[in-house]
């Protein structure tokens, strides 16, 4: 035993023991902290997964909150926008009207000065733009048309919107057939055509011819205008197309600065009434082709009465001293006679003489430019004049 006692072995072995199990106490120590630690950290991670969770939730609430407000101010703002728009254009369109009474009133009484009455009939075709200007911002806030109380020929509303565009003159109207258009669509038609046709000549090379093609199609009457500009790209032609199919009213203030009115005034009234307008083809002379198809329940088999309503609409037939180039001529490409119908249930016509007025062919000296173009705004007049009789009633309930 006392060898045992002496012998440093052992002690180096109880040494190592003791150091072992102080270490390992310590580990446990070490250990069993950590552990509390990390449980801790864990509890802390939780709470704070929590209160974050809870934020990103009201943050959420808060900013969805933020959206339909910002949505409904907006609305509100665009309701207001256009409830102002829409009784100011509603005002400006009564002068309009007002104002075309006064000048037809002047043309008859001053009627036999040529350069009065050319004066006169340019302050007419440029009220005609400014009406049409004026029931487009109308119908985008809402607003109606004026309603005809009877039919009109196709071709007599192609003319409607020929004569209220500015460059009338590069028009072209080409019909193959001729169908009548029922009362509550003449209006709405020649404004959506008026507004392509504005489009084709402002997006056109000066001195382009921009044609109107009437054909007959299996679902209806197509009125195709093709163009010579630049053509669209494909965002155009899918902005347009958004803006001419709409699912929801228009935003005012979506339109640009400044607004372009044309595409989205085509589209309300085209979804208004039951037609469809496309600009998604390119036309013959590498522009743009612009369809409206007008469906058979817009078309009808009631006559106009081109004769009688045609003399009795002339006012320059009234005066004895009438312009000499304002002769109303018959043209090959006039209305046709009504001799029965068709199968589809269209009119069928035989053509006749046209009653409308056109400009004879002798050219006249360089000095009487406004006096020719007077003549040729004075046969628009007249030639369009059916189209351009409406009645100034608004509401859904008039159409």
């Known amino acids: 035993m006392t060898s045992l006692i002496q012998d440093p072995l052992l002690w180096i072995l109880l040494v190592v023991l003791v150091a072992a199990v102080v270490a390992v106490m310590r580990a446990r120590r070490t250990n069993m902290a950590l552990r509390r630690k990390n449980s801790d950290l864990q509890s802390t991670r939780e709470a704070v997964q929590s209160e974050r969770d809870r934020l990103y939730a009201e943050y959420t609430q808060l900013n969805a909150q933020h959206a339909g407000d910002l949505a409904a101010v907006r609305k509100d703002a665009e309701e207001d926008t256009k ?7 509603r005002t400006l369109q009564v002068l309009a009207d007002e104002q075309q009474l006064i000048i037809e009133k002047s043309q008859r009484r001053y009627g036999d000065d040529e350069q009065v009455l050319g004066d006169l009939m340019m302050i007419d075709h440029t009220n005609s733009q400014f009406g049409r200007r004026a029931q487009g911002i109308a119908v985008l806030c809402g607003g109606w048309l004026g309603r005809r109380e009877s039919t009109a020929s196709v071709y007599d509303v192609a003319r409607s919107a020929q004569g209220r565009i500015k460059h009338f003159d590069r028009v072209t109207i080409n019909t193959q057939v001729n169908v009548t258009v029922a ?12 507004e392509l046709l504005a489009n084709a000549t402002n997006y056109s090379a000066p001195g382009t011819r921009v044609d109107i093609n009437i054909q007959a199609v299996p679902t209806g009457v197509c009125l195709i205008v093709d163009d010579a500009g630049l053509g669209m790209n494909t965002e155009e032609k899918a902005r347009a197309s958004v803006l001419l199919s709409p699912q929801a009213p228009v935003d005012i203030t979506s339109l640009g600065d400044p607004p372009k009115f044309g595409f989205a005034v085509s589209g309300m009234l085209a979804t208004r009434y039951g037609f469809k307008v496309s600009v998604d083809s390119v ?3 590498g522009g743009v082709r612009a369809v409206i198809l007008l469906p058979e329940n817009l078309l009808t088999t009631d006559v106009p009465e081109p004769e009688g309503g045609a003399a009795k609409a002339e006012p320059r037939a009234e005066v004895p001293a009438a312009p000499q180039r304002l002769t109303p001529v018959s043209t090959p490409g006039g209305p046709p006679r009504p001799i029965g119908t068709t199968a589809g249930g269209l009119p069928k016509r035989r053509r006749r003489g046209s009653p409308v007025a056109v400009v004879p062919p002798p050219p006249e000296p360089a000095e009487h430019n406004n006096e020719v173009t007077a003549s040729r705004i004075g046969a628009f007049q007249r030639g369009t004049l059916l189209g351009r009789d409406t009645t100034t009633m608004e509401g859904p309930q008039d159409q």
């Open 83 to 89: 409830a102002v728009l829409k009784s100011a254009m």
């Open 183 to 194: 009362s509550r669509a003449v209006e709405p038609i020649a404004v959506v055509l008026a």
């Open 283 to 285: 036309s013959p002379y």
